[in-house]
């Protein structure tokens, strides 16, 4: 009986380990691990990222599609590989204007609070942002950090991807920058300052966070869905909310290869709330 057991154990085993694939995501140049890059998968509604390690594991029904992260070239994948390169991306500028901030003041804009709900992925995958507008001052206005409330639910620390976009009419248009964002169990209110201060874009940025979905973040919870307890994959960290006008709110669902951006002014009837996202600016 326990030689039928032991058998039956390693069968099982066994074939979870072959119906997973172990891949690495590699710099082209330095082959050093690109983490958090995002793996869209064929034919499904959602991504994985890859660890800080830059390896990931694929299920069973898991085929990459394309490999994007910020600062390399998209990757289309037409055959599965152990081990994927990306390409550095680099931009010609034809024209240089460099500006320095004076830093001899400070300005802040946006909202932070510690409100009762949060916004977090649970098993539904999406963006949430908010629209940002210099009405400070007439002249050149530099960021400097941002601040926003966090909570972790099963993690000791947690990364989650902020991206900051062009306004292009109230919706996110090209990425502008993007970083990960550590954030912690013991420290609510998260605080990330940039290496170096740069420019706020004359036609405004959307600040948006996007959920790293790899092992590192991932637990699981049990919720109750159309009347019956269900176990699902969640994420760390959460996002505060607070309780302001969600005009200029940007939600992002996840399509094909891309995200699918609405401002909510384009959906007043939805009252729920607004991304507590604090910017420091200088002059």
């Not at 607070?242 to 995200?259: M, P, Q």
Request: aromatic residues 12%; proline residues 4%; contains cysteine.
């Amino acid at each position: 009986m326990i030689r039928t057991l032991m058998i039956i154990s390693f069968l099982t085993v066994s074939a979870l380990f072959f119906s997973q694939a172990q891949i690495k995501v590699l710099d082209e140049e330095t082959q050093k691990p690109v983490p958090y890059a995002k793996l869209i998968l064929q034919g499904k509604n959602y991504y994985i990222n890859t660890e800080e390690s830059g390896t990931a594991t694929l299920g069973r029904e898991e085929d990459i599609s394309e490999i994007q992260s910020y600062g390399y070239e998209n990757l289309k994948v037409d055959k599965n590989r152990n081990t994927y390169f990306l390409k550095p991306e680099y931009f010609e500028i034809d024209e240089v204007q460099i500006m320095r901030p004076k830093l001899s003041k400070t300005f802040t804009i946006g909202k932070k609070a510690k409100e009762g709900t949060f916004f977090g992925v649970n098993n539904s995958i999406w963006i949430v942002g908010k629209e940002f507008r210099n009405i400070i001052s007439a002249e050149p206005l530099f960021i400097k950090s941002l601040s926003f409330y966090s909570m972790l639910n099963a993690k000791k620390s947690a990364t989650i991807k902020v991206n900051i976009y062009y306004d292009e009419n109230g919706v996110p248009g090209d990425l502008y920058k993007s970083v990960i964002v550590t954030c912690f169990k013991k420290k609510k209110l998260t605080k990330y300052i940039f290496s170096k201060p740069f420019l706020f874009p004359k036609e405004g940025i959307i600040v948006a966070f996007e959920w790293i979905l790899n092992h590192e973040n991932s637990y699981q919870k049990v919720m109750t869905l159309n009347g019956k307890q269900k176990e699902i994959k969640a994420h760390d960290p959460l996002v505060g909310s607070v309780t302001e006008s969600s005009k200029n709110i940007i939600i992002g669902n996840f399509s094909g290869e891309n995200w699918q951006f609405i401002n909510g002014s384009q959906n007043p009837g939805k009252g729920i709330g607004n991304v507590g996202i604090e910017l420091e600016l200088t002059n």
